[in-house]
């Protein structure tokens, strides 16, 4: 078992950056790949951004590619995103997860924080 734990979600202005923090306990957590997916009001929950276990991976959605960045701290058990020119359209519950084999796609993931909101206003 692995738990997840976000944090570092908030109100900013249109522009503005944020940084979400996820700790994580439980089974060792370098072994996993970590995921950011995030879901707003009426829609699915989409993936946003992973990083392999290793942490030389990196992948992102076309939607924030530039804006955002993906790191983990293995040594604190703890991944980061940072989101930088944070748009409207990045209104939304963050959520955190891991997974065994990696990527984008949620089901691969196994598990899940409770999520973080994060709105940013026009």
């Known amino acids: 078992q692995v738990q997840l734990v976000e944090s570092g979600g908030g109100l900013v202005q249109a522009g503005g950056s944020l940084r979400l923090s996820c700790a994580a306990s439980?089974?060792?957590?370098?072994?996993?790949?970590l995921g950011w997916f995030r879901q707003a009001p009426g829609k699915e929950r989409e993936f946003v951004a992973s990083?392999?276990?290793?942490?030389?991976?990196?992948y992102y959605a076309d939607s924030v590619k530039g804006r955002f960045t993906i790191s983990r701290d293995n040594a604190k058990n703890t991944v980061y995103l940072l989101m930088n020119s944070l748009k409207p359209e990045d209104t939304a519950v963050y959520y955190c997860?891991?997974?065994?084999?990696?990527?984008?796609?949620?089901?691969?993931?196994?598990?899940w924080g409770q999520g973080t909101q994060v709105t940013s206003s026009s």
């Open positions: 439980g089974r060792t957590f370098s072994s996993y790949a």
């Open positions: 997860a891991a997974s065994s084999l990696g990527g984008w796609v949620e089901y691969d993931y196994d598990y």
């Open positions: 990083i392999s276990w290793i942490g030389g991976n990196t």
